[in-house]
């Protein structure tokens, strides 16, 4: 499907199959996905408050819908259960189909890619050990939507995550950017293969290669970084002031396993010192990239890989709360985690002089204002 292409939301998700056994149910599929959907963005924030709001909402749903609700609205029991049995390989694609479609262009110049921890969703295994689900997604940064999505039940299993979730997705022309448990060799090698570009961020977790960069970056201080790309960025506000020093390391055959990372072209360090009520701290970073670029673009790069935690992550704990969410069984929290991440990305479009808490609220209050912002659920 060509970027661009207007679909309704029934028309994205119309492959997606109703995993209940006993197809002769008492609520079409499509209307109980429909309601989860409307009911997270006018913020309900588990099954039994989305369950209220379709109470609440009968007439609008079936008049603006379409929905049949012959037989009432689905308990929250039957949304809980058919949420946990719904494949999210399915539900995937289709949310893939349907994120293309509403945004007019998929500008991928850059797309971080980071995981979260459900912490309501954490439980005790039949081994008895403590595990939370993990969910690693990618982020449009341009676009400010998450691209996909794929569950890992540890922490340590992003590494095994972060390629699936590459597989899902174009990064041609792309700058992959992604934190220390993804600066690995073979997803180094993945991320070129499928013609885009990394910035990873090198630490404790690959000795050898940081142990080489320290010696690069205190090389280039001892010369005073003659001859390398700079660039100096200075922020104050909120009592609070930044400085932030990048520069770009291109000479780089002293590294000894250089060969093993694909297409390595480029080492950035930034050093950033903040002064927060006078108190002082300072800290550097260093990354790898098989991309050429000057200190500013890599700086601004850096910057923009934290867009998923501030737009992403932290609006979900913040708007959606969903770390008190305790769904645990089946597929529920990561086709859940979906969900949240459709609401945010049509809040987000949505004008409005109040952030996604409150459209939350006015999307529940006005009528009209929900209508904005399910827009592109409609043919007309």
């Given at each position: 499907?060509?970027?661009?292409?207007?679909?309704?939301?029934?028309?994205?998700?119309?492959?997606?199959?109703?995993?209940?056994?006993?197809?002769?149910?008492?609520?079409?599929?499509?209307?109980?996905?429909?309601?989860?959907?409307?009911?997270?963005?006018?913020?309900?924030?588990?099954?039994?408050?989305?369950?209220?709001f379709a109470k609440a909402k009968q007439a609008w749903l079936r008049?603006?819908?379409?929905?049949?609700?012959?037989?009432?609205?689905?308990?929250?029991?039957?949304?809980?259960?058919?949420?946990?049995?719904?494949?999210?390989?399915?539900?995937?694609?289709?949310?893939?189909?349907?994120?293309?479609?509403?945004?007019?262009?998929?500008?991928?110049?850059?797309?971080?890619?980071?995981?979260?921890?459900?912490?309501?969703?954490?439980?005790?295994?039949?081994?008895?050990?403590?595990?939370?689900?993990?969910?690693?997604?990618?982020?449009?940064?341009?676009?400010?939507?998450?691209?996909?999505?794929?569950?890992?039940?540890?922490?340590?299993?992003?590494?095994?995550?972060?390629?699936?979730?590459?597989?899902?997705?174009?990064?041609?022309?792309?700058?992959?950017?992604?934190?220390?448990?993804?600066?690995?060799?073979?997803?180094?090698?993945?991320?070129v293969a499928k013609k885009g570009d990394y910035l990873l961020a090198?630490?404790?977790?690959?000795?050898?290669?940081?142990?080489?960069?320290?010696?690069?970056?205190?090389?280039?201080?001892?010369?005073?970084?003659?001859?390398?790309?700079?660039?100096?960025?200075?922020?104050?506000?909120?009592?609070?002031?930044?400085?932030?020093?990048?520069?770009?390391?291109?000479?780089?055959?002293?590294?000894?396993?250089?060969?093993?990372?694909?297409?390595?072209?480029?080492?950035?360090?930034?050093?950033?010192?903040?002064?927060?009520?006078?108190?002082?701290?300072?800290?550097?970073?260093?990354?790898?990239?098989?991309?050429?670029?000057?200190?500013?673009?890599?700086?601004?790069?850096?910057?923009?890989?934290?867009?998923?935690?501030?737009?992403?992550?932290?609006?979900?704990?913040?708007?959606?709360?969903?770390?008190?969410?305790?769904?645990?069984?089946?597929?529920?929290?990561?086709?859940?985690?979906?969900?949240?991440?459709?609401?945010?990305a049509m809040l987000k479009k949505a004008k409005a002089k109040c952030?996604?808490?409150?459209?939350?609220?006015?999307?529940?209050?006005?009528?009209?204002?929900?209508?904005?912002?399910?827009?592109?659920?409609?043919?007309?």
């Amino acid at each position: 499907m060509a970027s661009g292409t207007r679909m309704s939301f029934t028309d994205c998700f119309s492959e997606l199959r109703d995993p209940r056994v006993n197809l002769k149910c008492e609520h079409r599929f499509m209307d109980i996905v429909l309601i989860v959907v409307c009911g997270t963005i006018a913020g309900a924030d588990d099954f039994v408050s989305i369950a209220q709001f379709a109470k609440a909402k009968q007439a609008w749903l079936r008049d603006r819908l379409g929905l049949k609700l012959d037989n009432g609205i689905p308990s929250h029991d039957t949304l809980t259960r058919v949420f946990a049995l719904i494949s999210p390989t399915q539900f995937q694609e289709c949310f893939l189909k349907w994120i293309e479609s509403m945004s007019d262009t998929l500008k991928l110049k850059q797309i971080p890619i980071d995981g979260k921890a459900m912490r309501g969703s954490k439980r005790k295994g039949a081994d008895g050990v403590y595990r939370t689900v993990q969910i690693v997604s990618a982020w449009a940064s341009a676009n400010g939507v998450t691209l996909a999505q794929v569950r890992a039940e540890e922490k340590s299993n992003e590494i095994t995550a972060i390629p699936e979730l590459l597989n899902l997705l174009d990064i041609s022309g792309a700058l992959v950017s992604i934190d220390a448990a993804g600066c690995q060799k073979e997803i180094a090698a993945q991320i070129v293969a499928k013609k885009g570009d990394y910035l990873l961020a090198a630490k404790d977790n690959q000795p050898r290669l940081c142990e080489d960069i320290v010696r690069l970056a205190t090389e280039a201080l001892e010369n005073d970084y003659a001859g390398l790309s700079q660039h100096t960025v200075e922020e104050k506000g909120h009592g609070r002031q930044e400085m932030r020093f990048c520069f770009v390391l291109t000479e780089l055959d002293s590294i000894r396993d250089r060969e093993l990372w694909a297409k390595l072209k480029s080492v950035v360090c930034v050093v950033s010192c903040r002064t927060v009520n006078g108190k002082e701290s300072h800290e550097t970073r260093y990354y790898i990239s098989s991309r050429k670029a000057g200190a500013k673009a890599f700086l601004n790069a850096t910057r923009a890989h934290w867009g998923i935690e501030n737009q992403c992550h932290w609006v979900l704990d913040v708007a959606f709360r969903e770390d008190d969410h305790r769904l645990r069984e089946g597929h529920g929290p990561e086709n859940m985690s979906l969900v949240r991440k459709m609401a945010l990305a049509m809040l987000k479009k949505a004008k409005a002089k109040c952030g996604i808490k409150n459209k939350r609220l006015t999307a529940a209050w006005d009528e009209s204002f929900l209508d904005y912002v399910l827009r592109d659920f409609f043919d007309d």
